[in-house]
């Protein structure tokens, strides 16, 4: 039988989660929110990766369905998020 590393198979998985909140804690803190949003879309961004690279195994809890199906969820939600965190610079009229 195989033994599993749990320290390895968590990491991933509490990258995604410090991540996210770092993010929102940037926000909740009094900085721009737009700075918070690109934190945590990278942070997605980043553990989209780290699924693409792990195994099954070493994944840990990034490892909801399947593999395809996790990093492109993770890719685009967090595109998602530094868009429109970005979006929220750019200066549409004069007020």
């Given at each position: 039988m195989k033994k599993?590393?749990?320290?390895?198979?968590?990491?991933?998985?509490l990258l995604v989660v410090v991540g996210a909140a770092a993010g929102l804690g940037v926000v909740g803190f009094g900085?721009?929110?737009w700075v918070g949003?690109?934190?945590m879309?990278?942070?997605l961004l980043v553990g989209s990766?780290?699924?693409l690279v792990l195994s099954?195994?070493?994944?840990?809890?990034?490892?909801?369905r399947t593999k395809k199906t996790d990093v492109v969820v993770l890719a685009v939600i967090g595109l998602a998020l530094v868009g429109g965190s970005?979006?929220?610079l750019l200066k549409l009229h004069n007020t």
């Open positions: 599993r590393d749990n320290g390895t198979a968590w990491g991933s998985y900085g721009a929110p949003g690109v934190i879309g990278a942070t990766a780290v699924r099954e195994e070493r994944a840990g809890a990034l490892a909801v970005l979006s929220l």
